[in-house]
């Protein structure tokens, strides 16, 4: 079983930054993808960004140039730090983790962004 636990939400003005983290535990495997997903209010899920193992990485449109993925491998850790934050960034913030063909979820950590 895997475990991921997202930490760093919070209220910020508009502009401002956060970085999340999510601390993975359990059967971790060298091989998988991380990522963050957002999902706001009367909206569906939506990724944010991923980034593999060998540390390829993918952004939604929306947050290019602004967010940026990261991983410590020697922490099972997954960063998302996020500068010139929009209040249409505010949502639920969802750490995953993809590994062979099992899909895991955090909780998610409330993201809110203040015009």
């Known amino acids: 079983q895997v475990q991921l636990v997202e930490s760093g939400g919070g209220l910020v003005q508009a502009g401002g930054s956060l970085r999340l983290s999510c601390v993975a535990s359990g059967s971790i495997f060298r091989i998988n993808t991380m990522g963050w997903y957002r999902q706001a209010p009367g909206k569906q899920r939506e990724l944010v960004a991923t980034?593999?193992?060998?540390?390829?990485?993918n952004y939604a449109d929306s947050v290019k140039g602004r967010f940026t993925i990261s991983r410590d491998y020697a922490k099972n850790t997954v960063y998302l730090q996020m500068n010139s934050l929009k209040p249409e960034d505010t949502a639920v913030y969802y750490c995953?983790?993809?590994?062979?063909?099992?899909?895991?979820w955090g909780q998610g950590t409330q993201v809110t962004i203040s015009s």
């Open positions: 980034i593999t193992s060998s540390r390829s990485t």
């Open positions: 995953n983790l993809l590994q062979f063909v099992n899909d895991y």
